[in-house]
């Protein structure tokens, strides 16, 4: 068994976890908040089967989009002299992790 932990857009999760539910996988959703830019984003839990963890990724990776993001960011200009510059960064679509799970209890 396998744990998926899967990092995408808070606007690609209702859609992402409904296609899962739908093909019949267990989805646990959790608000996270990515470092870099500090924005909302959305984390899923699924715990599966190893064979089908291909598929899992699948619809995660169908769903979920890459967008663009400006953010500020601040450049130097000698001693002092500072300016916030634009930067555009790419999100997405999805981070995932694979992890081995050693046991899994329904209690
Ligand atoms: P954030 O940390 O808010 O990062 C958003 C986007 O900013 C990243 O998109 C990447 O394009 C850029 N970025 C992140 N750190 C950067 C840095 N140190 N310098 C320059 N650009 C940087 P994604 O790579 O698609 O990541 C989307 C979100 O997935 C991240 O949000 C974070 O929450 C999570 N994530 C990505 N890689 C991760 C990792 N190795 N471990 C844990 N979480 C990760």
Known sequence: MKLILAIINKEDSTFVSQELTKAGYS???LATTGGFL???N???IIGTEDEKVDDVIGIIGQHSHKRT???PSTAMYG???TTSVPMEVTVGGATVFVLP???FEKL
């Open 101 to 103: 799970v050693e046991r």
């Open 69 to 71: 993001e400006i953010v």
């Open 27 to 29: 989805v646990t959703k």
């Open 79 to 81: 001693i002092g002299v």
């Open 42 to 44: 959305i984390t899923l």
């Open 38 to 40: 500090m924005s909302g």
